[in-house]
C-alpha cells in the first residue's frame, strides 16, 4: 500500500511541476524587428545628396565605423543604400549591435556625425520583445562637414 501511496505521491508531483508555467505554444510572440538605422543625406533645403541634380558624393565616399567596446578599436561597419524612385532619394542603412559605441559617420573620409544606440532587453515567460533605439546622434563635436552655400543636415525618421 505505501508503494502505491508513493507512486501516486511522485506522480501528482510530476504532474503539477510540468504543468506549471505558461504553455508558450499557444504564445503569438512579435516577430522582431532587425536593428536597423536608415537615414538620409541631405542639404538644407532638404534635397538628397546623394542621388539626383543636387549630388555632391557617391555612394562610395559614404562609409559607417564602430567603435569597438572591448578594445576601442574602429571596424568599417556594412550599409546598405536604398533608393526611392519617386522623390529621388537614397537612404543608409546598417544594423545596430551592441559590439560597438558610438557609431561613426565618415564622408570622403572626414567624420561628420556620430551615433549613440540604445538596447532596451524586454524578455516575457515567453517571447523575447527586445529592441536597439537611436538614443542621440552628435553632430556638434565632430568635424562638421562643409559645403559650398548650404548647411549639412542629417535627416532620419
Known amino acids: 500500500m505505501q508503494k502505491y501511496v508513493s507512486l501516486l505521491v511522485l506522480f501528482v508531483a510530476t ?21 536597423g538605422f536608415l537615414f538620409r543625406i541631405q542639404n538644407s533645403a532638404g ?3 546623394l542621388t539626383g541634380p543636387f549630388k555632391q ?29 519617386s522623390d529621388e532619394s537614397m537612404s543608409v542603412y546598417f544594423l545596430a ?12 573620409g572626414v567624420v561628420t556625425d556620430s551615433f549613440y544606440f540604445g538596447f532596451r532587453m524586454n524578455v516575457t515567460t515567453c517571447c ?4 536597439y533605439f537611436l538614443n542621440r546622434v552628435n553632430t556638434n563635436t565632430i568635424v562638421p562637414l ?12
Open 97 to 108: 549591435t551592441t559590439t560597438y559605441e558610438p557609431f561613426y559617420l565618415k564622408i570622403k
Open 128 to 131: 523575447d520583445e527586445s529592441y
Open 47 to 49: 534635397k538628397d545628396l
Open 15 to 35: 504532474v503539477l511541476i510540468t504543468g506549471c508555467g505558461k504553455n508558450c505554444r499557444d504564445e503569438n510572440c512579435p516577430n522582431l524587428l532587425p536593428p
Open 146 to 157: 562643409a559645403l559650398p552655400n548650404t548647411r549639412y543636415n542629417l535627416i532620419h525618421p
Open 57 to 85: 558624393y557617391d555612394t562610395s565616399e559614404v562609409e559607417i565605423y564602430g567603435k569597438r567596446l572591448t578594445d576601442g578599436g574602429e571596424d568599417l561597419i556594412r550599409r546598405r543604400f536604398n533608393y526611392n524612385a
